[in-house]
């Protein structure tokens, strides 16, 4: 059957189907309504939850307890049978962090929603940090506890981030340490709750705000120590992922040797306490001083020995012949430039006397071997005047060198040394007698 149907003095056909389809003049029943939200309710499974046990009030066969989150400001009312809190072996009481499977359900009469409790279980110490150590490897798997990503801490930070609770003990040990330590120190602090359930919320946001601040180089994030419970939010893997996404280093100061929490492992540094952070972040000014001292003393050594290797130095260079008598390099290159000058004019001389020599002796062959000088020795040479034809001719005239070439009565210019003459030709002689003749000659000669 319908819920339409189930209403008395109500036609089927009247109402709407869905909520989306009502109207002022054709509105749902009230009833209707609240059968339709506890059908839907009613079909929400249950949900195992985690909180802290705020309000506990026990009524009879029934109890009224208040839930609140762990890491924010959300409480939920609830309700739990009597038997469901007997079957604990501690009794439940204010402030216990526990696990509830909740069902949601819906009464009609009244219209109000209620969380029953239909199961509770306390965590305990070893629960939480089992807790812990499983986030501490997903984390670890995650690279975010790896060295690679820590940042150095600056040598002297211009500000100093300080995240501590308000008028803690944590926060006189940093100021005044760090002030002991460099007088001049500044701080940019940010006033949070260091537990509870509003404490990762406050830290991830004064966190993030010194994070973007211009001038801050170095956050610390200081708390005096405390029970497990109390650290739970230096747990938080939110926070966690805050730390690693910060650009400026961040410095954990918790100061919890026992149960070191997650914010040890993300920490650019960790310090042990928050007086430890004090001299971690600072340098000591006192010690400063004296190496800046000893570094003036350490530079001032180093220039005088400087300067006294390079006096020494310019002594040798200035005993030195070259710097002594500077004139004497220039003096034997002097003495150099006029010895070669000498032998070069040596070298032109011999070697213009040489050819001059070698031109007499060509001239001398030349004059022995011209015509000339063999006409001083007594030649002549016989041509044939009047132009007649011969089979040599010397300056115009045929020159005559057999006998048959003059026949007799042929005028002839024979010339000699010193002049030309004429004759006339008487015949042919023996030519064989006057070649020995003129070869005899020749040998006297």
Same mark, same amino acid.
């Given at each position: 059957?319908s819920?339409q ?8 056909s009247?109402?709407?189907a869905t909520?989306? *389809?009502?109207?002022p003049?054709?509105? &749902?029943?009230l009833?209707?309504?609240s059968?339709k ?7 929400t499974?249950?949900?195992w ?5 705020i309000?506990l009030?026990r009524?009879?066969?029934n109890a009224y %307890? ?9 409480s ?10 007997e ?6 009481e204010?402030?216990?962090?526990v696990?509830a499977?909740l069902?949601?359900?819906f &009464?009609m009469?009244?219209?109000r ?6 199961d509770?279980r306390p965590?305990?110490l070893?629960?939480l940090?089992?807790r ?6 997903a984390?670890s798997?995650?690279g975010?506890f790896?060295?690679s990503?820590?940042?150095?801490l600056?040598?002297l930070?211009?500000?100093?981030g300080?995240?501590?609770g308000?008028d803690s003990?944590a926060?006189?040990?940093v %100021?005044r340490?760090?002030? %002991? ?12 709750a260091?537990?509870g359930?509003?404490a ?16 801050? $180089?170095?956050?610390?994030i200081?708390?005096g ?8 939010p230096?747990n938080? *893997?939110?926070l966690?992922r805050?730390?690693a996404a910060?650009?400026?280093?961040v ?7 026992? $149960?070191?929490?997650?914010?040890d $492992? ?7 306490t928050?007086?430890d ?6 340098p000591?000014? +006192?010690?400063e ?10 530079l001032?050594?180093?220039? $005088?020995r400087?300067?006294d290797?390079?006096?020494?130095r310019?002594?040798s ?10 004139e004497?390099?220039v003096t034997?290159?002097?003495? *150099?430039?006029?010895r070669l000058l000498?032998? +070069?004019?040596?070298?032109v001389? +011999?070697?213009?006397?040489r ?13 022995a071997? +011209? ?5 001083d ?5 016989v041509?044939?005047?009047g132009?007649q ?7 115009g005239h045929?020159v ?14 024979i010339r ?5 003459f ?5 015949g042919t ?5 006057d ?11």
């Open positions: 059957m819920d149907a189930s209403l008395p003095g109500t036609a089927p009247t109402l709407p909520a989306a *389809e009502t109207t003049d054709n509105p &749902w029943p009833q209707l309504l059968q939200l506890k059908a839907h309710i009613d079909r499974p249950s949900a939850v985690e909180g802290q046990v309000e009030n009524r009879g066969s %307890l208040t839930l609140r989150d762990v890491d924010a400001e959300v939920l009312p609830a309700s739990v049978w009597t038997k469901v809190l079957r604990q072996n501690l009794p439940l204010r402030g216990s962090r696990v499977l069902k949601p359900e &009464w009469k009244t219209g929603l209620n969380m029953l409790v239909r509770i965590v305990g070893g629960d940090l089992a812990i150590e499983r986030l501490r490897q984390l798997a995650e975010l790896a060295d990503r820590k940042k150095p600056p040598l930070p211009h500000r100093i300080l995240i501590t308000r003990d926060k006189k040990d %100021l340490n760090a002030a %002991l330590r460099w007088p001049a120190v500044e701080f940019e602090i940010r006033e949070v260091v537990q359930n509003a990762v919320s406050q830290v991830v946001r004064a966190l993030r705000e010194l994070d973007a601040h211009p001038v801050v $180089d170095v956050i610390v200081a708390r120590g405390g029970a497990l419970e109390d650290l739970l230096f938080s *893997e939110e966690i805050a730390v910060a650009a400026t280093p410095v954990s100061a918790i100061g919890h040797e026992a $149960d070191r929490p997650l914010l $492992d993300v920490a650019d540094l960790r310090a042990s928050p007086t952070a004090a001299k971690r972040i600072v000591e000014v +006192s010690e001083l004296a190496g800046v001292r000893q570094a003036r003393e350490q001032r050594r180093c220039i $005088d400087l300067v290797r390079e006096a020494d310019l002594a260079l200035r005993s030195r012949p070259v710097l002594a008598s500077p004497g390099l034997v290159r002097a003495e *150099e430039i006029e000498r032998r +070069s004019s040596a070298a001389n +011999s070697t213009v006397v050819a001059a020599d070698q031109l007499e002796h060509l001239k001398a062959q030349v004059r071997l +011209s015509p000339q000088k063999t006409l020795r007594g030649y002549a040479v041509e044939l005047s132009g034809a011969a089979p040599t001719a010397v300056a045929a005559v060198r057999r006998p048959a070439d003059a026949p007799a009565g042929s005028p002839l210019s000699v040394a010193e002049g030309r004429g004759a006339t030709s008487t002689g023996s030519p064989a007698a070649t020995d003749e003129l070869q005899e000659g020749d040998a006297h000669e």
